[in-house]
């Protein structure tokens, strides 16, 4: 799905490293093997950050969430590019957190200026309520989601 949003694009790609691992891949190590990839291929050093909704920021900074060193190299050696969503109130997040707030530098926030309430999640909840997902997804995307049957309810 993610080759067929990106299609049409002439500056976006997809790599399909982490599929072919053969077990889940934890952020920091996906982050580590593009650093290392990136940093290769431009032969000089490359920061590669994690782009995220503040949903994902804000789950960092919860305790049991995540293990906390890998947390701490996600933000510390990498950093965050954090997408807000509506009342995301990412500020108010990060001054809120110890441990956002320390690594508050390596943070960037991305601030909406279209009001939008698009998610991935907000996307499977329509399809398995049976709305349309037209204009919230690439049409290719959204013919493949529903020859594939996904996200639908099987009540």
Known sequence: MCQLAVEDSNWLSVDEWEIFQEQYSRTLFVLKHFQEEINKAAGCHVRVMLLCG?????????????????????????????????????????????????????????SKYVKTDLSSTKVRHLLRRGYSVRYYVHDAVRKYIAQHKLYVCHE
């Open 54 to 110: 503040a949903d994902l920021m804000i789950s960092l900074g919860k305790p049991g969430v995540w293990i906390p060193e890998q947390v701490e190299s996600i933000l510390g050696d990498h950093g965050l590019v954090v997408v807000e969503r509506d009342d995301s109130q990412v500020p108010e997040h990060i001054f809120a957190s110890d441990l956002l707030y320390k690594h508050r530098r390596n943070i960037f926030n991305v």
